[in-house]
């Protein structure tokens, strides 16, 4: 059985940091290409960064510069380091494993940035 957990979310004000890790498990990690989406309510879930098998980096527009994207082959994690959060960043942000194929999701973790 194949299960993503994440852990990190939680309130942070601007301008803070917050660290998302994932720890997929049932499918071969070093395999996958592995990325972090969001979705706030009403909106389509977004792609924010994407770490694939290759070892490749891809962000979007919004992340760069902001946000990054790494991956512990020997912990079977895969992190996102956020910085300079802003208020546009509260979301659901689940974790995304894509292996031979076939899709995985996480069950999200809430992220809200406020004062």
């Known amino acids: 059985q194949v299960q993503l957990v994440e852990s990190g979310g939680g309130l942070v004000q601007p301008g803070g940091s917050l660290r998302l890790s994932c720890a997929p498990s049932?499918?071969?990690?070093?395999?996958?290409?592995l990325a972090w989406y969001r979705q706030v309510p009403g909106k389509q879930r977004e792609l924010v960064a994407e770490s694939t098998y290759r070892g490749f980096a891809n962000y979007a527009e919004s992340a760069k510069d902001r946000f990054a994207i790494s991956r512990d082959n020997r912990k079977s994690t895969v992190n996102l380091q956020m910085d300079n959060l802003k208020p546009e960043d509260t979301a659901v942000y689940y974790c995304h494993a894509k292996y031979y194929g076939y899709t995985y999701w996480g069950q999200g973790t809430q992220v809200t940035v406020s004062s």
């Open positions: 049932g499918i071969g990690f070093s395999d996958s290409t």
